[in-house]
């Protein structure tokens, strides 16, 4: 049965493989693209009737090249039903925050905008599905969701659980697998967890996270540390001297027009700025007692998609520090740190934080700002739960033992082990659950990892974590065809 469907992310060439596979085996209809420029002309020509939207082109809020766009006029009916997504859509505007002055007046002008065009692209070409490559968090994209979800048109993104050369569909990155979620309900039902078999990748996938961390760091950070050797800022006079080779470039070069010269700009003076922000981080942090007890509190990077859109509410991640402070049980402390990536030189941390947050967070009661020397597998083994809104170090932490409070959405969030936090009366619960003797069963995490194997597809979704899997190009194409027709 043939279904018209928007790709909402078409950056790489094996997405545009992706779209023709489900056209051609299954009958689909693929009407609009969004994707990098390279990608067009080989997706115009295979999908001749297809609109393809370029990034360049919805950053700017400009309508697709030959696309005469129809924008919907906005009433509160709708606009009260998008409510809740605005808050997320403004912070996400940090991305875009070059020189710290990106206003509200802007940044809600700007989503209006959004809203309006991409209403106006749902109601001309009705489709029956969205597919996202995974949690959407480019501001266009995110609209597109949040339009999708309150008007009832169906959406599939991807999961890229932690363990290697794995993905599955879901409908949304605020709801479960439900497909996980009952296999692993019926195995624990039926007492399978002590008899589930492991693969010879996934048991090597929990061994490796019971090392120390700097054998079990993610693989996008070993990428991350390799790719941009040394990681740091670098010191003023080279980020100097890159400035001027900046301006010297966009003087002799015709297509650095102004406006990109200015984002060059903002670019390099942002690395001034968290230089600064970092060393002010380094000052407000303290060496910590890890003999007492305290949970510990992972930062996520930001802008990032773990911590906004996928954080919730909690995307201003102070608010969970700031729960955890007036919930913990007496004589407890909260230990937090940032993540290890937020201020090397491939991450914007300028454009979302300041000093003033880290004092803010420093002042809370009971709270504490820890090196970043200090390991995130130290912290977790020592302490009596982890908190994370969404990261990676949620799942490190059950799979080494230890309790988790999860205040976003993550693809582990019903592994038995991990709390997930709403609102204040499950957070006190939680920490009351914990502190009087709470213990990770570890037959049950093994078993969780043993069905979301089983539910997963073999394949990537992005170059990077290409090299983690053992699949040709034309095997990860087929395999995500099907996962998105079998889904749907």
């Keep these: 049965m043939s279904k018209k469907v928007i790709f909402a992310h078409a950056g ?4 545009i493989d992706v779209a023709s596979h489900l056209r051609d085996a299954y009958g689909w209809e693929i009407c609009y693209f969004i994707g990098d420029e390279a990608q067009k002309e080989r997706a115009q020509r295979l999908f001749p009737k297809a609109v393809f939207h370029t990034h360049a082109e919805t950053k700017n809020n400009l309508a697709p090249e030959g696309f005469k766009a129809v924008t919907a006029p906005l009433d509160e009916n709708i606009i009260r039903a998008l409510s809740s997504y605005e808050s997320i859509f ?29 209403k106006g692209v749902l109601d001309y070409f009705k489709p029956d599905l969205v597919v996202f490559r995974m949690a959407p968090h480019m501001c266009h994209d995110y609209v597109l969701y949040a339009l999708c979800s309150v008007t009832g048109v169906r959406t599939l993104m991807f999961e890229r659980p932690t363990i290697p050369g794995l993905v599955f569909p879901v409908a949304s990155f605020e709801e479960e697998s439900e497909i996980i979620v009952e296999k692993y309900s019926a195995m624990l039902a039926d007492g399978g967890a002590k008899t589930a078999t492991l693969s010879p990748e996934v048991s090597a996938h929990l061994h490796n996270l019971s090392q120390p961390y700097d054998q079990a760091m993610p693989f996008h950070e070993k990428y991350k540390m390799k790719r941009y050797k040394g990681g740091d800022l670098g010191a003023s006079l080279s980020i100097l001297w890159r400035l001027l080779q900046d301006t010297g470039r966009g003087l002799l070069i015709e297509k650095w027009d102004r406006s990109y010269r200015q984002k060059k700009l903002h670019k390099r003076l942002g690395q001034f700025r968290r230089k600064k922000l970092a060393a002010h981080y380094d000052q407000v942090a303290q060496e910590v007692d890890l003999t007492v007890p305290y949970v510990f509190v992972a930062l996520q990077c930001e802008p990032e998609r773990q911590s906004c859109p996928v954080g919730g509410v909690f995307t201003h991640q102070y608010l969970m520090i700031d729960l955890l402070s007036k919930t913990i049980p007496a004589g407890w402390k909260v230990y937090v740190k940032e993540h290890l990536s937020q201020f090397k ?42 908190a994370t809104v969404s990261g990676t170090v949620g799942w490190e932490s059950v799979v080494r033992g230890k309790p988790v409070l999860l205040f976003g959405n993550s693809w582990f969030s019903r592994c038995e082990g991990v709390f997930v936090i709403r609102t204040v ?27 979301v194997e089983q539910c997963s597809y073999k394949g990537y979704i992005d170059k990077v974590y290409a090299q983690m899997g053992s699949q040709s190009l034309d095997e990860n194409v087929q395999n995500l065809a099907k996962a998105i027709y079998d889904f749907y």
């Design 90 to 118: 403004l912070k996400m505007m940090d991305r875009f925050n070059y020189d710290g002055g990106l206003s509200y007046r802007e940044r809600i002008a700007t989503y209006h905008k959004q809203v309006m065009f991409w």
């Design 425 to 451: 009366e499950a957070c006190a619960a939680a920490l009351r659950k914990i502190r009087d003797g709470f213990r990770v069963n570890a037959d049950h995490v093994k078993c969780f990892a043993n069905v």
């Design 12 to 15: 790489l060439p094996f997405w």
């Design 345 to 386: 030189k491939y991450q914007t941390a300028e454009r979302s934080k300041t000093k003033a947050s880290y004092d803010m967070i420093a002042a809370m009661p009971n709270v504490h700002l820890v090196p970043l020397h200090t390991t995130s597998f130290e912290l977790i083994d020592k302490a009596q739960a982890s």
